[in-house]
Each structure stands twice: as C-alpha cells, then as structure tokens.
C-alpha cells in the first residue's frame, strides 16, 4: 500500500518506478568461511548481511552500517564484487545490490541482530539454501576467489 502524499498538495504519490538501491556484503575468513544472516523477515532464510541504502548516506557507509546492524561486527570493505540488477531478484519488488567484499575486526564477536535472527559463518562449500540471489553472489565470489589463490576453493561451488 502506497501511503506517500505530496508535500505541497497532499495527493497520493505513485509507487517509484525504478529500483530501491540496496547493500550486501561478503564477510569472508579464510579459517571460518563466510557470514550469513538468518532472516527474521519475509523472504525468510539465509542470506548476506545488507539492506537498503538510507538516504543521506554513501553505498560504503549503508554496507558498514547494515553489517553491524545485523551481526555486530565492526568490517573493512576490501573491495566492489559487483552490482546485481536482475528485477526479479528480490520477491518484494525490483531492486539493485552493489555488494562489497569485507574483513571483519572482530569475527568473535559475531551474533544476531536487527533483523536477523540469528548470524554465523558457513564453510563455502557447505551453505545452507539461501535468500535473494545470494547463491549467485557467493558462486562469483568462490570464483574470484579460486582464480587469486587456486586450490582455496571447493570445486562445487566455485562453479567453473
């Protein structure tokens, strides 16, 4: 339901035609695997720590952000693994992802929060089904990872 009004004449506003920008980020230990989230909200399931970006804030800063919200840790972006656009990515409606690589400062610190139920690292080659387009994610992920340290990655989900 639509509930956004005009600021100068009160009229229902329309729905936005285009996309809602949204974060992820890939929080990877080499020792631990990667950080997933249990959603407490509709689409249920496993997904990265993300969301969407708030207005007044950098794409960098809503990843930051959403990240501690979520699972209580303090993170470096390392790098951009890529922007995700496909309309049906999201069952709620059209939306695009930029997704970061990240380091977490304090992995022993990680928990549930905001929105998730819960958080915890998974093995890459042993993830549980996951949210969104998130298996997509991780699959490009393994793969940059498998081509900068050959042998780090199972063969199953590096998906050559």
């Known amino acids: 339901m639509n509930d956004r009004k005009c600021a100068h004449c009160g009229a229902p506003l329309p729905e936005p035609r285009n996309p809602l920008p949204t974060v992820d980020a890939v929080i990877f230990d080499p020792s631990l ?4 989230v249990e959603r407490a909200n509709p689409p249920l399931g496993w997904a990265l720590p993300g969301g969407f970006v708030d207005r007044g804030e ?10 501690g919200e979520e699972t209580g840790l303090r993170v470096v972006l ?9 309309p049906a990515r999201d069952p709620r409606g059209h939306t695009l992802s930029v997704v970061y690589t990240a380091q977490a400062a304090n992995p022993a610190d990680l928990r549930g929060g905001d929105d998730a139920r819960s958080a915890r690292f998974f093995p890459l080659g042993a993830l549980p089904p ?18 900068r340290n050959p042998g780090s990655v199972s063969p199953g989900l590096a998906g050559s």
């Open 33 to 36: 695997g990667v950080v997933l």
């Open 58 to 67: 950098t794409c960098e800063q809503a990843a930051v952000r959403e990240v």
């Open 78 to 86: 390392t790098g951009l693994l890529g922007v995700y656009s496909d």
């Open 130 to 147: 996951l949210a969104f387009d998130h298996a997509r994610i991780l699959e490009d992920f393994a793969r940059d990872l498998g081509r």
